[in-house]
């Protein structure tokens, strides 16, 4: 091969220069791209129009007149009865101090192990004891 050939030469490619131009006269008749301003305003005419331009879902809006639900204060921990706060910690604290006991005093006497379950079950009887038997009738089940 001569290195002559290789180097470009000064004259221009005619069927280059033809693609070339074919292709910006292509790009002179092809449509633009509409802004977002422009994409807006056609779909608001296109939708806003016709037997469908009733307000949807999304347009509603509320009126100030209703009245907002306010949620009464709760009470504070430790003010109910103290006997359903004794049950609640018998049953729950029961299993607990099993698995503590399990875990760190292995050596702990049998009346403890015995205790511990008497006394969740103990709890966990009085606190379904307490469950009401009836329903209200009046009680809609509006409340929690």
Do not use: H
Not at 1 to 19: F, H, I, V, Y
């Amino acid at each position: 091969m001569n290195p002559a050939e290789n180097k470009p030469s000064g004259a221009d490619d005619p069927r280059w220069d033809e693609l070339v131009e074919n292709f910006r006269t292509l790009d002179q008749g092809t449509p633009r791209e509409p802004s977002a301003a422009e994409r807006q305003a056609e779909l608001r005419q296109l939708f806003s129009t016709g037997p469908g331009a009733v307000a949807g879902p999304r347009d509603y809006e509320v009126e100030e007149g209703e009245e907002q639900f306010v949620p009464e204060e709760p009470a504070a921990l430790g003010s109910g009865n103290p006997m359903v706060n004794l049950a609640w910690t018998m049953a729950a604290g029961g299993p607990i101090g099993l698995l503590l006991c399990v875990i760190f005093f292995r050596s702990a006497p049998a009346f403890v192990y015995i205790g511990m379950v008497a006394l969740s079950i103990i709890g966990v009887i009085y606190l379904l004891r307490r469950l009401p038997t009836e329903r209200d009738p009046g009680d809609d089940g509006a409340r929690v």
